[in-house]
């Protein structure tokens, strides 16, 4: 399998921790960003969205995070990370669905604006920020994990931007029970950081 990645992309590291977790090998492939290699003529035509992180898996190409850790998982992670059961699927998507929402909105747009300069709403993304900081506080004040009771493809799609939101001023740390997580996530064996973490 090879993964189309930028290192400081919290949503190419979802795909490069659960493979980590998983035990998955994973050939990456740098894509320069900078000089707009994600849209040229080669990528374009394994993602028109022109975004990373792209995963080739013999003929299947696949674009999203989110999406990509749902066939990881599927295909090889087995039910430890993406469980058999309707109700429990339903738990972990809706925090994949926290994932590409509230948080992308939140503390990545943060630290899209701080640390990459983007033009974007940085007050929005400060209250958002709070709010989904404070739900997900209440949810693992009596959860040990996201969803099913155990590690699953949540953390993997929940956690990177968190870890790093200090880099856009979101600051977890009054936030215990997040806190408290994000070590267990760090203490998960095959764990590996991205740069920030």
């Known amino acids: ?3 189309y990645d930028l290192e400081p992309s919290g949503n190419c590291y979802k795909v490069r921790l659960f493979a980590a977790l998983a035990g998955l090998p994973l050939e ?5 960003f900078l000089a707009g290699e994600h849209k040229g003529e080669r990528l374009a035509v394994l993602n028109p969205w022109g975004e990373l992180p ?3 898996d013999g003929k299947l190409v ?3 995070s989110q999406a990509i850790l749902v066939y990881l998982a599927g ?3 087995g039910e430890a990370w993406w469980p058999g059961e309707a109700h429990l699927q339903g738990e972990v998507m809706q925090w994949l669905s926290v994932a590409a929402n509230e948080i992308q909105h939140g503390p ?3 630290r899209l604006v701080d640390k990459f300069g983007y033009a974007l709403d940085k007050a929005l993304a400060l209250e958002r920020s709070e709010r989904i900081l404070r739900l997900l506080d209440d949810h693992l004040a009596t959860h040990q994990w996201l969803a099913a009771g155990r ?7 929940v956690f990177p931007y ?3 939101a200090w880099e856009g001023g979101v600051d977890p740390r009054p936030y215990q029970h997040v806190n408290a997580w994000m070590e267990r996530i760090k203490a998960l064996p095959g764990f590996q950081p991205m740069p920030g973490i």
Request: glycine residues 4%; hydrophobic residues 55%.
């Open 54 to 56: 792209i995963l080739e």
């Open 151 to 157: 590690p699953t493809i949540a953390e993997c799609a």
């Open 62 to 64: 696949l674009r999203d």
């Open 108 to 110: 990545n747009a943060a």
């Open 162 to 164: 968190l870890a790093v």
């Open 28 to 32: 990456i492939e740098a894509v320069d």
């Open 1 to 3: 399998m090879k993964l």
């Open 75 to 77: 295909r090889y992670g």
